[in-house]
Nanobody, 125 residues
């Protein structure tokens, strides 16, 4: 059974940093795609960053390029989202998502089969 558990959310002032963690359990093999999405109140869920675990290749939404970094620890089976220079508009519930096999083009929620419960990030100015 695949299970994703996020942690690391919290409150931070604008310009600060947070690191989110996604512990992934139940995946066999190394060819998987793991992504972070976020959803602010009243808005649609949007893709933030994704990682193809086989090669470590990554892709980011334009809104977070240069500020966020997605990475993996294969020993701990954990994917991280390092968020720097946080802005008010980064406030949202952040979700970890995964799919078996390679990442598809784009970052669309229907592309991912497995989801975590979400962790909240609140950025205040």
């Amino acid at each position: 059974q695949v299970k994703l558990v996020e942690s690391g959310g919290g409150s931070v002032q604008a310009g600060g940093s947070l690191t989110l963690s996604c512990a992934v359990a139940g995946f066999t093999g190394r060819q998987n795609c793991v992504a972070w999405f976020r959803q602010a109140p009243g808005k649609e869920r949007e893709g933030v960053a994704k990682l193809f675990t086989t090669f470590g290749t990554t892709r980011y939404a334009d809104s977070v390029k240069g500020r966020f970094n997605i990475s993996q620890d294969n020993v701990k089976n954990t994917v991280y989202l390092q968020m720097n220079n946080l802005k008010d508009e980064d406030t949202a519930t952040y979700y970890c998502a995964a799919r078996r096999g390679a990442c598809l083009n784009g970052m669309s929620p229907p592309d991912f089969n497995f989801w975590g419960q979400g962790t909240q990030v609140l950025v205040s100015s």
